[in-house]
Nanobody
Framework: QVQLVESGGGLVQAGGSLRLSCATSGLPFSWYAMGWFRQAPGKEREFVAAISWSGGNTYYADSVKGRFIISRDNAKNLVFLQMNSLKPADTAAYYC????????????????????WGQGTQVTVSS
């Protein structure tokens, strides 16, 4: 059974930092590109960041570029999202997701590319 479990969310003041983790199990982690998405109350879920299976290719939404860093540890089946200079607009539930790539060292931006999803972790940034 495939599981993705996010952790690390919480309440932080504007300008602060948080590091989200996503622990995966039940899948060959190095075959999967990983992504982070978020959904704020009353809004649609949106793409945040993505990373290829090797970790060598990454992509960020314009809204987080320069502030967030996605990384992964294939030995431990973990993916991370380091979030710096947080803003109230970053308040949302954050979800990690896995997209099967196998031989292509690429990332994906669309929700439909992702096969497995976690349950989410809440990030709240106060002003």
């Amino acid at each position: 059974q495939v599981q993705l479990v996010e952790s690390g969310g919480g309440l932080v003041q504007a300008g602060g930092s948080l590091r989200l983790s996503c622990a995966t199990s039940g899948l060959p982690f190095s075959w999967y590109a990983m992504g982070w998405f978020r959904q704020a109350p009353g809004k649609e879920r949106e793409f945040v960041a993505a990373i290829s299976w090797s970790g060598g290719n990454t992509y960020y939404a314009d809204s987080v570029k320069g502030r967030f860093i996605i990384s992964r540890d294939n030995a431990k089946n973990l993916v991370f999202l380091q979030m710096n200079s947080l803003k109230p607009a970053d308040t949302a539930a954050y979800y990690c997701a896995a997209a099967l790539t196998v031989y292509r060292d690429t990332y994906y931006l669309g929700e439909r590319d992702y096969r497995y999803w976690g349950q989410g972790t809440q990030v709240t940034v106060s002003s």
